[in-house]
């Protein structure tokens, strides 16, 4: 997937970003080269492949050093909740702002 520099110009109207020809030109061959990045990436077969739980797990064996998942602070939902105007169920009620 290759960009044009109209796809840039496009693009950087929906930012509200002002780029000169110049700029617009750096920014269309580094985004082309990133795609291309993208597609060479892609193009890897690598079926069978096992996912690494680290990058250096490729390099040698390391034990992740994981705790134990659990709460390490009081559950103060109640207390939080008392100032606030509108609660239900535990939840804060706020005003719609969507239609």
Do not use: K
């Amino acid at each position: 997937m290759a960009l044009t520099p109209d796809d840039i110009r496009r693009l950087a109207h929906l930012a509200r970003l002002e780029l000169s020809d110049d700029q617009g030109e750096r920014l269309l061959t580094r985004l082309n080269g990133f795609f291309d990045l993208v597609e060479t990436m892609r193009a890897v077969d690598t079926a069978g492949v096992e996912p690494l739980p680290h990058p250096i797990a490729a390099v040698r064996d390391m034990a992740l050093r994981l705790r134990d998942d659990v709460a390490s602070e009081p559950d103060q939902r109640a207390a939080n909740q008392r100032s606030a105007p509108a609660v239900e169920d535990g939840l804060f009620l706020v005003p719609r702002v969507i239609e």
